[in-house]
């Protein structure tokens, strides 16, 4: 074994050989195993939701409200429709809000970043007194005036959660960028003749990315519990799109007699939420421990 | 303390007008017809072009845009908010209405949300590494991963339903408080507690802990009295931002618990497309979160000499 790298966060790439410190330091880590084997479970479940449900999530098949039985796991909804295999594809719409949502909200911001802390001055100032002021403003009441301007509808709450997430990456991505920029490396990239665009990309960029998987991570968590928390309220998905809040909606109102319409899609929830911030955590101390934030 | 105080205050009014800013862009520049939108939501269906045209003149929507924000941010300031298209009323009227019901919620929400949290995190950093550790801090992360109208329905078929314990919904009575501010708390609980567990644990290290203990202090003084007091002061910032929480949360939580509150108000003004009360609502919360991180700002500056002399 090489000596174990000291660079700030070039431990990722230290001894490229064997297998990368960061994955042994996660392996340790009991949750954060156990996160990702959930979060794999549900991901395999989103991919083959339709060959795994046993029955048509949208039709339907017998009475409504049935209580669990063998023929339908989870019981019936109140249109009838297999609550299960609902839940089952539910794992699709969920993860994409995640995935959509974080995405939205990560290329804007870490561009954002990236341009504050790379150029400075007036582009700086610009950019961090436009995050502060969105920072100060509770990313919820972003979320319900952006939905209210555009309707309510899932791909609105993405755009919506998206947006919200923008200055948390942009002042994430400010500050390592600072902390690199004047580094002998980037000095180096500079002298040798390269644009700054390609520096920004290829050399500045690649030393905030572990910070912002990380951050992705626990917002992918983050967007999937908002969303769906929208989609409770009647802003987001419409039925008869099978998303967990949505279904947690319909079952309020019954919730005496058939607890387990609300149930099973608010335990769904749960479970993935609790997946995304275990791999989170466990990725942020793994890549870095001095990156532990605690609380 | 005086010049600091003045300091963030006047720190807070270019904030208060980027909201207002934000605020008014968000609704007035994204795609949507105002206008179009709240006759479809008032008058249902049938939208004449007269009619329409008379309501963007009536609005002012036919004004160049800085000519409706400097009408808007104007209004705004001495207090008037427009008029509600659904309720026919003022929008302040209504806001301020329905405003002490959800201070009321957010307010037990977070005391709540110490109750739980302090002693939890207290536990698991004197206990660190050990089983009570473990759980204590099982059930704060299932906390912070919960949907809070997942637990407020848990709680309700639990406690409403099975136990007959508590009221499901309505604002009536101190018990029907509870449950609302169960859901509400245990969310931020779960925050609250990893920051309390990580910031003892980092005091119990201190010199002067150590020092306490030598001298011979009994260990539950040289916790209230040295640790804890020093280690709960991170804590406090942290109870602003949780306010802003506690305003998201309400929005849920009046919903499942059929509260009356602003949280509940706005959602039914996005639903049934009432702009001006949206619009209200939004500014009205977002500049209550403002000024109660203003407040806990200057709480935590009382506290900590350091933060006053630090910038």
């Known amino acids: 074994m090489t000596p174990p790298a000291t660079t700030e966060a070039g431990e990722i790439n230290a001894d490229a050989g064997g297998t990368p410190r960061w994955i042994r330091r996660y392996v340790k880590n009991k949750g954060a195993v156990f996160g990702a084997v959930m979060l794999g479970g549900w991901i395999l479940v989103a991919l083959f939701a339709p060959w795994i449900m046993p029955h048509d999530p949208y039709e339907t098949l017998g009475m409504a409200r049935q209580p669990p039985s063998d023929m339908f796991w989870f019981g019936t909804d109140l249109l009838g429709r297999d609550l299960f295999s609902r839940v089952l594809l539910g794992s699709r719409v969920s993860l994409q809000v995640g995935l959509i949502s974080v995405a939205l909200g990560a290329v804007p911001g870490v561009l954002m970043g990236l341009f504050a802390g790379y150029f400075g001055g007036t582009i700086d100032t610009l950019i961090s007194r436009f995050v502060d002021a969105m920072l100060a403003f509770p990313s919820i009441l972003l979320a319900l005036i952006i939905i209210a301007s555009l309707g309510p509808s899932l791909q609105n709450v993405m755009i919506a959660v998206g947006i919200g997430t923008i200055p948390q990456y942009a002042r994430l991505v400010r500050g390592s960028v600072l902390s690199v920029k004047s580094l002998t490396y980037v000095e180096a990239a500079r002298v040798v003749g390269n644009r700054p665009m390609r520096i920004m990309f290829r050399h500045v960029l690649a030393n905030a990315y572990a910070p912002v998987v990380v951050l992705s991570t626990l917002q992918v968590g983050n967007a999937i519990l908002v969303g769906s928390g929208l989609s409770f309220l009647g802003l987001g998905a419409q039925p008869p799109i099978p998303e967990w809040g949505l279904m947690s909606a319909e079952g309020r109102d019954v919730l005496r007699r058939a607890w387990w319409i609300s149930t099973f899609p608010g335990i769904a929830i749960l479970s993935v939420v609790v997946a995304c911030n275990l791999v989170g955590d466990g990725l942020r101390s793994a890549l870095d421990p001095r990156m532990r934030v605690d609380g | 303390m005086g010049a600091y105080v003045l300091n963030r205050v006047l720190q807070l009014i270019p904030v208060l007008w980027l909201i207002s800013v934000i605020v008014f862009a968000v609704m007035h520049i994204l795609p949507g017809d105002p206008a179009a939108l709240m006759l479809a939501g008032a008058e249902g269906g049938a939208v004449t072009p007269q009619r329409l045209d008379e309501l963007r003149e009536e609005m002012g929507l036919n004004d160049p845009l800085l000519v409706q924000y400097g009408r808007f941010l104007g209004n705004a300031l001495i207090g008037d908010l427009g008029t509600s298209v659904r309720f026919r ?17 957010a307010i037990s929400g977070l005391f709540v949300a110490l109750l739980i949290g302090v002693p939890l995190g207290m536990i698991a950093a004197v206990r660190q590494n050990t089983w009570v550790d473990a759980t204590a801090m099982s059930i704060s992360y299932v906390g912070a991963s919960m949907p809070i109208y997942f637990l407020g329905l848990v709680l309700i078929l639990l406690f409403a339903f099975n136990l007959r314990w508590l009221p499901a919904a309505g604002s009536e009575g101190w018990d029907s408080l509870i449950l609302p501010a169960v859901t509400l708390g245990f969310v931020s609980a779960g925050l609250i507690s990893r920051l309390v567990r990580s910031s003892l644990i980092e005091v119990l290290g ?28 991170p804590v406090i910032t942290i109870v602003g931002l949780q306010f802003g929480n506690m305003l998201a949360g ?20 996005i639903l049934s497309k009432d702009y001006p009360l949206v619009q209200g609502c939004v500014l009205f919360l977002a500049t209550a979160y403002l000024l109660v991180n203003l407040m806990v700002d200057i709480a935590y500056a009382w506290l900590d000499p350091r933060i006053r002399y630090g910038k």
């Open chain 2, 206 to 233: 201190e010199d002067y802990i150590r020092t306490s203990r030598a001298k011979g202090l009994v260990e539950r003084i040289v916790l209230s009295r040295h640790a804890l007091r020093n280690a709960l002061i």
């Open chain 2, 89 to 105: 009323t003022e929008v302040t009227g209504l806001v301020l209405e329905r405003f002490p019901s959800t201070l009321e919620l």
């Open chain 2, 250 to 269: 309400a929005v849920v939580t009046e919903t499942v618990f059929s509260r009356p509150g602003l949280g509940r108000l706005t959602v039914n003004a």
